[in-house]
Each structure stands twice: as C-alpha cells, then as structure tokens.
C-alpha cells in the first residue's frame, strides 16, 4: 500500500542523497567516504592520486599497505552491497569536467579535502611551495566557481586547520571563526564580529586562511553554503568501515613530511628510534582522532547553514597537548627513548593553546580522547608494519629558511 512519507521519512530520504568527496583516497577522506556510504548516502570519489605519487618522490610508502583505489571499491561493494562512483580528475586543472560532474551528480554536499595537506612538503622547496599554492587555492576556487556555475544549491564542507588561527592566542580561548571586538564609534564602544584574524605558520597554511577568504566572498556573492572545518592534527588510522575487511585498511603517514606528530612517535617507537622532538617540545597543538574526524563530517552534514547564513566554522578539535607531554606518554607506554633536534620550522618555542570546541559537542559528539585506549590500537597498527618502515625517511629534510641549520645528511642536528 501506497503510503506518504512523514517528516522524519523526509529528512531521512534528504540525508540520503548524493555526496561527492574530494580527496577521497586520502588519509581523511577514504574513511569518510566508507562511513558516508555505510550511512546509505550514494557517495562519488574524486581523486587524482596525486598523494600516491608524492609517496613515489618522497621514497616511500604508507605504513599500511593501502590497496589500488578500484580494489578499495570493490572489496567495499562485495561487503556491503554498496557502490562508490570514482572519478579520477584534478580540480585545480580539469575545470570544466569539474562542472560536469556537479551538474550531472547534484549532489546535496561536496566535502573537500583535495590539497596538498604536508606544511612540511609545503616549505621544501620554491617547487613546492608552488605546487602547495596552485593546487589547494585553485582547487577551492574551481570548486566554489563550478557550484556557482551548475546552479545546484550544493553545501560544500570542507578541510581547514586549526594552524589558520597561528599559535599565539593573546591568552584567550580561540573562538570559532569569529571574534567579537570592541571598536569606539563616535565615543561609544561597540561589539562587532570579524573573522578571526589569520595567521598562518607556513605556506600550507597560508593556502587554509586564502581558502577562508575565498568562502567568504562566494558566500557572501553567490549565497553559496559553506562549512568549514578547522581540524586539530588528526591520530589513529582505523575506523569501524575501514576495519572490515584488509583491502579497506587506511593509509598511515609515518615520515618527516606527512607524518602527524603522534603517529610519528608510535611508529619511531616500533622501530627503535628515538622519539623525534624539533626544538623544546612546548609547542601546544589540537587533537582529534581518526573515528571522531568522520563523526564531526557526518554531523556538518546533517546540520548545513541556512541560505543566506554565513560561513560556518567549527573547531574540530578535542583536546589539546605540548609535543613534549606526547612524546613523554609514547616513551612511557613503549619504554623509546626521546630525543631533541634543532627545529626547523620558524615558531614559537612555546604556547599556550586553548580552544573553544562546544558547536560539535552540543551536536552530540562524544570525544574520543588520548586516555581511551585507542593509543593501543595504533602501537600494534605500527608494530604489525615496522619491516615497511625506511629508517632514513623518519627526519623531516624540509626547513621553514635557509639559515635555519641542518646537519651533514641535510636533516635537522641533534640538539646539545
Ligand atoms: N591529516 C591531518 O592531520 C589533518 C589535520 C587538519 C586538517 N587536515 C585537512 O584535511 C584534508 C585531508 O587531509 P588528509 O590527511 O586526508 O590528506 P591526504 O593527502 O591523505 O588526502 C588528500 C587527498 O586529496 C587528493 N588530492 C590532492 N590534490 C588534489 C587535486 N588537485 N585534485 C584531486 N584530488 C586531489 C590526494 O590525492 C589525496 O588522496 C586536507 O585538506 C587537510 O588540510 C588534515
């Protein structure tokens, strides 16, 4: 019998609709897709691979051994049942295919994660530098001017970092996106919200806070719905999806340039190397696992800005710790020494870090954090593949200026 659909059918039908995930073969984005697809959302890829072949230039490979991307699909459809739609297409260069595809899918979200996300890659040489500019900034505006052109109310997630905010905070929890400020009008004081003022520690993140202004001015222009996400440095490397089967296991950076610092330190641990510290280690940074990333994505999902609505930015971070309390947990819980090396990045030796997180936990986000177990997971992950690892790759070779010194093997000097 021929029923109408109630309220709840409705948005449940609405939820269901097609999703294009850019950087879909990516550390964030292929768990995402799995969990976007498990949801019962009719999910598209997008990817030029262009992350496989930095692992070719760099000499080495994930931690993992992360299957072809058409293996990847087909693993997931035998198990589940479930198709994904791969496209393999560069949304800095191939524009008018990028237009295509939005008006030929019309998709309800578009999460973007396609850029180059290393900011030590992104300091390695003028090359690089380049490459890091040109592909993320190109991306994000093809992305904005292709949804402008198909016409399709699509709301668009997307990637960005904590690192836009700088790592000086004036001693004030950093808000999300905005910041209100008094300013003096004709001798009365006003409040007024501004963008929180960007301030980016290397040219990676500098393509994060011109991402921001261009979202600024496409939603502002052309009503396009924007959320952006500004993620803490992202651990763990398994989700439920990803567990399921060995063809679906995600990838896992290890090394000097993509490796996030945590995972870092496990995998140095595994392999007998002293944890890595670069300058004094009291440099704070914010936190997220793995399982949590899909999670906060899945919600921004479900709730989009309104038309018309601003920007919508959250902190997707959960906790926060200085470089040094993590090493310090790693060498307590696998017994590795640590060790010190000149920083070559241009910071602060120091900072506090306190930020503001309550948009995801109000939308019922239950933090998975250092304390949980999870930590576990991830030494027997490193463990399990420390025959892959390259000893010669675990420095970071890239430094933010010429005079910042290396040592005789081009990589940072151990500190005295
Ligand atoms: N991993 C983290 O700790 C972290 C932290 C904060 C923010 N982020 C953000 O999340 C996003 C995803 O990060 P990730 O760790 O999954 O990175 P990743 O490098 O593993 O994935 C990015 C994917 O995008 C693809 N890609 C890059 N440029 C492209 C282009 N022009 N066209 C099509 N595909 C392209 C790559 O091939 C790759 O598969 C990035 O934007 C990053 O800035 C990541």
């Not at 051994?65 to 191939?94: M, S, V």
């Amino acid at each position: 019998m021929y029923q109408t659909a109630n309220q709840e059918d409705v948005h449940r039908m609405a939820d269901r609709e097609k999703i294009v995930v850019l950087g879909g073969d990516g550390f964030c984005g292929w768990p995402t897709a799995l969990r976007l697809s498990s949801e019962g959302h009719e999910v598209v890829i997008v990817d030029n691979l262009s992350r496989r072949k930095i692992d070719i230039e760099l000499g080495c490979e994930s931690l993992t051994p992360i299957q072809p991307i058409d293996r990847r699909i087909r693993t997931w459809q035998t198990l589940t049942g479930k198709t994904l739609e791969f496209h393999n297409l560069n949304i800095a260069e191939e524009y008018p295919a990028l237009v295509q595809l939005i008006e030929t899918v019309r998709p309800k979200a578009i999460v973007h994660f396609a850029e180059q996300r290393a900011a030590p890659y992104s300091m390695k040489s003028p090359r690089h530098k380049r490459y890091t500019v040109d592909n993320n900034i190109n991306g994000t505006h093809n992305v904005l001017c292709a949804i402008v052109e198909s016409g399709v109310d699509v709301h668009l997630v997307h990637l960005g970092t904590m690192g836009v905010y700088g790592y000086g905070t004036a001693g004030l929890s950093i808000p999300e996106g905005y910041l209100t400020v008094k300013v003096e009008v004709d001798g009365t004081d006003r409040a007024i919200e501004i963008p929180y003022p960007p301030h980016p520690g290397s040219i990676y993140h500098m393509t994060k806070t011109l991402d921001a202004l261009l979202f600024y001015y496409y939603n502002k222009n052309d009503d396009v719905r924007v959320t952006d996400l500004h993620q803490g440095v992202v651990w763990g490397t398994n989700t439920e999806e990803t567990l399921l089967h060995a063809d679906l296991v995600n990838r896992f950076d290890w090394e000097g340039d993509y490796g996030t610092v945590l995972n870092r330190f496990l995998v140095q641990a595994a392999v007998g190397h002293p944890l890595t510290i670069y300058g004094s280690g009291g440099q704070t940074r914010a936190f997220i696992h793995l399982r949590d990333t899909v999670r906060c994505i899945s919600l921004a999902i479900q709730h989009p800005p309104a038309r018309k609505q601003r920007v919508k930015i959250f902190n997707q971070a959960t906790e926060t710790h200085r470089v040094r309390t993590l090493a310090e947990l790693v060498a307590e819980l696998t017994g590795a020494d640590i060790r010190h090396y000149v920083n070559p990045r241009n910071e602060a030796s120091d900072n506090e870090l306190v930020i503001h997180n309550k948009q995801f936990l109000e939308l019922g986000l239950n933090p998975i954090t250092l304390s949980e177990g999870l930590l576990q997971e991830v030494i027997e992950v490193a463990g399990r593949y420390r025959e892959r690892v390259d000893a010669a790759k675990i420095l970071a070779d890239s430094r933010w200026r010429a005079d910042i010194p290396l040592d005789r093997e081009g990589t940072p000097a151990v500190q005295p």
